[in-house]
């Protein structure tokens, strides 16, 4: 043995922090100890956060990489412990997030033998994975962790996971990094096609309705400047998918708000007038399209994005211009011509104004003793100068959020977006503020998702996170709920929920908070929340019954937009 | 809409797992693998899948995306039966009493340009090799004299084109690699 051999363990240590690794989220366990052992050296280097369940560990890591643009780094141990991240690892694969998650692993020789805590890791998250890989020895570490880095990040970004045996965590190598740069069976971002860009730019020039649709896809090329001068360039109005929000500030003349099942009326109404249909870095989610065959068929469509497997998989594209949207957005508008459509980016006013009179106003300033959910958001989002980061749960405080909640500053909605994870919000929001310690984060959910993941409320006592927790408290399943009323015939089936008392229950975490049942106790709690940059639980007895309306039926027109 | 039957052709890195990346993309989808053949390809350290499938072009389409998309994946493409020269091989074995009491047998190996892998006393097996519905002829032209046992393998399929895709593919990386 020679003295300049290391352990597995510490190689991946070293590997971590060649990679610029900051924060690591995890649990340790039986088949991981090693490599927790090796951490103790590293502890000032990376900083570690002890989760409470593993599934907080990965939603952490998607809330941390969400408000970074870096990879969320997971640690944990084999079996259960590997089960439990899968949720967040297929979380992340849908929404394109970053990550790469260690799990342990049995010895190799004990491997298929049905061995404590082994499962097969590979094997289950082969599918939800960009890349899932099974370390058998020590001498690996360096290559494959260079490699899970580079896959995790490069062109469309999703999570990888490596199965670390806890022979190779132990076994001695030499240890030598170099970050991966290339792998030849992996083309990241497409290389661009200069006849796209200038067909893209003619079909737009030549536009008198032109339409953006905008995606993630902007927020992770760090493209939000060349989008604004494209949008601003040619005067697009443009619209957002969930988790497109925040890529252009709420209040700038050309956003006309979010897409979909419970976005603005005006902007699902004119996607089926528009004649041009830019879409960028956004993937025609059913819920962003409802009904497929009626979808803005009377549009030529542009379809920006970096992958190649999203053209034509849900609406076909008369032109796509693949690539880095930072490079394409910015290509193409080199080619646009200064333009202007004032009656028709007008012409999205009296549709925001039918929806402010039938749904906002109310929403927002409610004229009954009962407070709405969209008030609640409306007002933490102005007590906050609309610069905080807005983390939300699945479900009407999620739809909420998105509607009622003002950007000014890029990266600033994390949700879960296509897969839909309930109990995702905590931990988010945990990771988020340990992501952007300088903002404050405020977290919405319902009485529902919250207790899904309340154990991490642990987790900010121990680490002193101050996330703003907003559980919006109907004691329904209040989206369930909603859907019952509208398509169920009322038949509440198994969504009412008997709750503990959440401020109790943060109490006794350490963690301040009030509960609220009247618009004037709201304003004075959330004046309170937001005094400093304490941790705070504020429940709020919300109306039992709110609606999250406008809506689009699913399976519907996208134009079927019903307000009441 | 019309169902073709389709030749997937995959190039992927010789790595463990990736039989299971690929035909889970079909199986997410439902659609019924017909063949698979999986070897070593022309090119060192380069595996070939060769997969038929019914379905049409939309589909298969986005299954060749979807399967590209795997990191360890080289390239993945599509054809038509009139795009490729293919082939599959059979297997029967019948009673080599059953080939010494008539000349019926011999006549159909030859007819079928199948021939006699082996003979013993008790059984023999003749190969053949050409389309499935040629092989199936043959199988059911036998089967009068009784086939105990009868395998056929996957398809095999070479292109048209007078270039190896992959071989192009590979050289241009390698000089990115280097770039």
Known sequence: ?564 | MEKTLYTVIVFSENRPGLLNQVSIIFSRRQLNIESLTVSASSIEGVHKFTITVYTDEEEIDKVVKQIEKRIDVLKAYYYTDDEVIYQEVALYKVDTESILESDEIEQLVRKYNARFLEITRTFSVIEMTGHTDEIKELYYALDKFGVKQYVRSGRIAITKSTSELLSKFLSEREEEAKG
């Open chain 1, 1 to 564: 043995m020679s003295q300049s051999q290391i352990s597995g363990s510490q190689a991946l240590m070293r590997a971590f922090v060649a990679e610029g690794v900051e924060t690591i989220f995890g649990y340790p366990g039986g088949a991981i100890m090693p490599v927790y052992d090796a951490l103790y050296d590293f502890h000032d280097k990376m900083r570690h956060i002890l989760v409470r369940h593993e599934q907080g560990a990965v939603h952490a890591a998607q809330g941390y990489s969400r408000v970074t643009g870096k990879t969320g780094v997971v640690i944990v141990t084999s079996g259960p412990a590997a089960t439990n991240v899968i949720t967040g690892v297929a979380d992340a694969m849908i929404d394109s997030t970053p990550m790469v998650v260690v799990c342990g692993q049995v010895v190799a020789s004990l491997l298929a033998t049905d061995a404590f805590q082994e499962t097969d890791v590979v094997g289950i998250t082969q599918p939800i994975t960009k890349w899932s890989y099974q370390i058998r020895s020590a001498a690996e570490i360096p290559w494959a962790v260079a490699r899970a880095f580079y896959i995790a990040r490069e062109g469309r970004p999703g999570p990888v996971v490596l199965d670390l045996t806890k022979n190779a965590q132990i076994e001695l190598m030499n240890f030598h990094y170099e970050p991966c740069t290339f792998i030849r069976s992996f083309i990241p971002t497409p290389p661009i096609d200069e006849q796209t860009v200038s067909d893209a730019a003619a079909l737009i020039n030549q536009a008198k309705k032109p339409f953006a649709l905008v995606g993630q896809g902007v927020i992770l090329g760090n493209a939000e400047d060349e989008l604004l001068a494209m949008l601003e360039k040619a005067q697009i109005p443009a619209a957002w998918t969930l988790l497109g929000l925040s890529a252009m500030p709420t209040d700038h003349p050309l956003n006309k708000g979010m897409l979909g099942m419970h976005g603005n009326y005006g902007c699902n109404i004119k996607t089926n007038e528009c004649d041009v249909l830019i879409a960028i870095g956004m993937r025609f989610d059913d819920r962003v399209t409802s009904k497929l065959a009626t979808y803005a068929k009377q549009a030529k469509i542009i379809h920006f994005d970096i992958d190649i497997a999203e053209i034509n998989k849900n609406v076909k594209a008369d032109v796509a211009v693949l690539g880095n949207s930072k490079e394409t957005i910015a290509a193409v508008t080199k080619q646009l011509q200064p333009a202007r459509h004032d009656e028709w980016i007008s012409s999205f006013d009296s549709y925001a104004k039918i929806e402010y009179d039938e749904v906002i106003k109310e929403e927002v300033d409610p004229s009954t003793p009962d407070i709405k959910m969209g008030e609640v958001i409306s007002k933490v989002s102005e007590a906050t100068g609309h610069k905080a980061i807005c983390v939300t749960d699945v479900g009407q405080n999620q739809m909420m959020g998105a509607r009622y909640f003002k950007f000014s500053q890029t990266r600033s909605m994390v949700t879960s977006g296509g897969l839909g994870t309930m109990g995702f919000g905590l931990p988010a929001a945990i990771g988020a503020k340990i992501g952007a310690p300088h903002r404050t984060v405020c977290l919405f959910c319902g009485d529902g998702g919250i207790q899904m993941t309340i154990q991490e409320l642990g987790t900010i006592l121990q680490e002193n996170i101050g996330v703003k927790i907003i559980v919006l408290n109907n004691h329904f399943l209040g989206m369930v709920r909603q859907w019952q009323e509208m398509f169920f015939d009322e038949r509440y089936s198994f969504t009412n929920m008997k709750n503990p008392d959440f401020v109790a229950v943060a109490k006794a975490y350490g963690i301040n908070g009030k509960c609220v049942s009247t618009h004037e106790e709201l304003d004075h709690a959330i004046a309170e929340m937001v005094s400093n940059d304490d941790p705070y639980l504020l429940e709020v007895r919300i109306e039992p019954k709110g609606m999250v309306l406008p809506m689009v039926p699913a399976g519907a027109d996208i134009t079927d937009v019903r307000l009441k």
